[in-house]
T-cell receptor, first 115, second 113 residues
Framework: DTAVSQTPKYLVTQMGNDKSIKCEQN?????MYWYKQDSKKFLKIMFSYNNKELIINETVPNRFSPKSPDKAHLNLHINSLELGDSAVYFC??????????????FGSGTQLSVL | GDSVTQMEGPVTLSEEAFLTINCTYT??????LFWYVQYPGEGLQLLLK?????DKGSNKGFEATYRKETTSFHLEKGSVQVSDSAVYFC????????????FGQGTRLTINP
């Protein structure tokens, strides 16, 4: 069973379109995330939700809107796609290790290409 | 703000060579430190961690020691294998920002047979 699954794996679309990426985790975790990985492999957090509540929003353009219908799902909707949105988007969920540490479990990524 | 700096890649080694990937950090308070690994076409997975100074994290022959005095968490392995080829990320989290993992820029490692 895949712990964190996201769909689609590849997404190719035209500039200006609206698209969604879905994420589900079956680990029972309370916290989920979206990370963006650029072409140089740099990984940056976009959003974090805890029990369906937004707790981190890292100055992401408001064209990006996360939605968490329940704590096992965190979807990402992107409006008016731009060329610079091309990247790999990773969903993750986390387990509390104590000491302020969390272990993240990542999905396999969605490669978004905006043409 | 909190940040992590890793050595520039890519790193290319021969099988059975000794590996070191440097990682230094800047953080308020006392962070927990992690190494994640990303194999081709996959998401990141936790390789090892250390939550306080002088702790040593280890897994699959990899080791890293939390050095508070040098604010470092260098990754080492005594004898690398072709299957270790991947991108390695150093990361930190703090009590204040426990929900957020801050990653370094990643170091691509290629091991040749």
């Amino acid at each position: 069973d895949t712990a964190v699954s996201q769909t689609p794996k590849y997404l190719v679309t035209q500039m200006g379109n609206d698209k969604s990426i879905k994420c589900e985790q079956n680990l029972g975790h309370d916290t989920m995330y979206w990370y963006k990985q650029d072409s140089k492999k740099f990984l940056k957090i976009m959003f974090s939700y805890n029990n369906k509540e937004l707790i981190i929003n890292e100055t992401v353009p408001n064209r990006f809107s996360p939605k968490s219908p329940d704590k096992a799902h965190l979807n990402l909707h992107i409006n008016s796609l731009e060329l610079g949105d091309s990247a790999v988007y990773f969903c993750a969920s986390s387990q509390d290790l104590g000491y302020g540490a969390r272990k993240l479990f990542f999905g396999s990524g969605t490669q978004l290409s905006v043409l | 703000g909190d940040s992590v700096t890793q050595m520039e890649g890519p790193v290319t080694l021969s099988e059975e060579a000794f590996l070191t990937i440097n990682c230094t950090y800047t953080a308020t308070g006392y962070p927990s430190l992690f190494w994640y690994v990303q194999y081709p076409g996959e998401g990141l997975q936790l390789l090892l961690k250390a939550t306080k100074a002088d702790d040593k994290g280890s897994n699959k022959g990899f080791e890293a020691t939390y050095r508070k005095e040098t604010t470092s968490f260098h990754l080492e392995k005594g004898s690398v294998q072709v299957s270790d080829s991947a991108v390695y990320f150093c990361a930190l989290s703090t009590l204040q920002g426990a929900q957020k993992l801050v990653f370094g820029q990643g170091t691509r490692l290629t091991i040749n047979p």
